[in-house]
């Protein structure tokens, strides 16, 4: 089971809310987290594998700018749990961040028809497709 919470701020960082309703989430079990926002047209990601408090004193989660933003943590299905495969996943250009909770039954067959069209994937998670196909 995964924990997801993204939202929307007129006058404030994201990051810090996000980070904690991640917290609030973490009775229900994970292996990684991470968050992504937007700021100035940029898309920023932090992520690894580890407890919340231990990615947040390695990468500080409340550091990154953006009003808008989302945040994940990770119970693997698919991949092992290392930092690649944490959530949010990126496109090959990283204009979009993706977080999923659930299977993609065919992922293999979906990665191998990006693959063949010149996608490259950073990690081993169903979840990345979803980055690739939008």
């Known amino acids: ?5 993204g939202c929307v701020a007129k006058n404030r960082k994201v990051a810090p809310l996000i980070h904690a309703a991640l917290k609030r989430l973490e009775y229900r079990g ?3 987290v991470g968050v992504a926002t937007i700021h ?4 920023y990601v932090k992520k690894d594998s580890g407890k919340i408090d231990d990615v947040h ?3 500080n989660l409340d550091d990154l700018s953006g009003r808008i933003g989302i945040g994940h943590t990770r119970w693997a299905t698919h991949g092992a ?3 690649e495969n944490a959530h949010p996943h990126v ?3 990283e204009e979009l961040a993706v977080v999923h909770n659930g299977i993609i039954e065919n992922f293999a067959e979906l990665r191998k028809e990006l693959e063949d069209r010149g996608h490259v994937f ?3 998670t169903d ?7 939008i």
């Open 40 to 43: 100035k047209g940029m898309l």
């Open 1 to 5: 089971m995964c924990g997801i919470f």
């Open 30 to 32: 994970y292996d990684s």
């Open 81 to 83: 749990p290392y930092k």
């Open 57 to 59: 004193n390695m990468l």
């Open 127 to 133: 979840t990345e497709v979803i980055a690739h196909l």
């Open 122 to 124: 950073r990690s081993k």
């Open 91 to 93: 496109d090959c250009k």
